[in-house]
């Protein structure tokens, strides 16, 4: 069973940077496609940044390009994302999911991802 844990949020002023990290363990990570998605107060929850099991293709939101970088080490299990020139707008939970399948493809719908981590809160405020 895939389990996913995130890392690296907290609190930084506007312009800043935080790298979030998602591990998984209990399956290898190189045969899901990943989703980073945020959640914030009183808002639907929304799809970030994607990249295909390879890690070969990638796909950001309109509102994080250029500022967003997500990549993963399949050697650690693990996915990234860099998050540069932080804005309060992206103050959210972020969680990271996993759906099962392999190929330079991106999975866009959120539903079709089964498996979620428990969420870390990164907060951009001065």
């Known amino acids: 069973q895939l389990q996913l844990v995130e890392s690296g949020g907290g609190l930084v002023q506007p312009g800043g940077s935080l790298r979030l990290s998602c591990a998984a363990s209990?399956?290898?990570?190189?045969?899901?496609?990943i989703g980073w998605f945020r959640q914030a107060p009183g808002k639907e929850r929304e799809g970030v940044s994607y990249?295909?099991?390879?890690?070969?293709?990638?796909y950001y939101a309109d509102s994080v390009k250029g500022r967003f970088t997500i990549s993963r080490d399949n050697a650690k299990n693990t996915v990234y994302l860099q998050m540069n020139s932080l804005k309060p707008e992206d103050t959210a939970v972020y969680y990271c999911?996993?759906?099962?399948?392999?190929?330079?493809?991106?999975?866009?719908?959120?539903?079709?991802?089964?498996?979620w981590g428990q969420g870390t809160q990164v907060t951009v405020s001065s």
């Open positions: 990249i295909s099991s390879s890690g070969g293709v990638t």
């Open positions: 999911a996993a759906a099962e399948g392999t190929g330079d493809i991106l999975i866009v719908n959120m539903f079709a991802y089964d498996n």
């Open positions: 209990g399956a290898t990570l190189d045969l899901y496609y």
